[in-house]
């Protein structure tokens, strides 16, 4: 599923291919240390927020990594506001990965 939100003007596309995609984007946006980790970094909490109360998830959609296939996954917030990759467990609760 595609999420787009503006903001100043930049559009923000979110397609992940694979896991290992979405991960790499998200480790840039964590660290912020190329041009594109901190555009990532500017957009994405923004866009988490928004999007993930637009759709019920509370974040942006995340593909399952191939050693589980079955999982549920989404980019939601730390605590301190950057964005991370988190599982979904058996109670519905939201872990961030290791």
Known sequence: ????RKKG???????????ADAERLVGQ????ETQLGRTL???MPQAIATMGSATG????????????PDGLYRV???Q?????IQR???QGNWQSLP
Do not use: V
């Open 29 to 32: 946006a964590r660290s912020g």
């Open 57 to 68: 998830l509370g974040g942006l959609t995340c593909p399952a990594p191939s050693n589980d």
């Open 41 to 43: 970094a500017a957009i």
């Open 1 to 4: 599923m595609a999420k787009r």
């Open 80 to 84: 301190a506001g950057l964005p991370e």
């Open 9 to 19: 003007g930049a559009r923000f596309d979110w397609y992940p291919q694979n896991f």
């Open 76 to 78: 939601g917030l730390d």
């Open 88 to 90: 979904q467990d058996a």
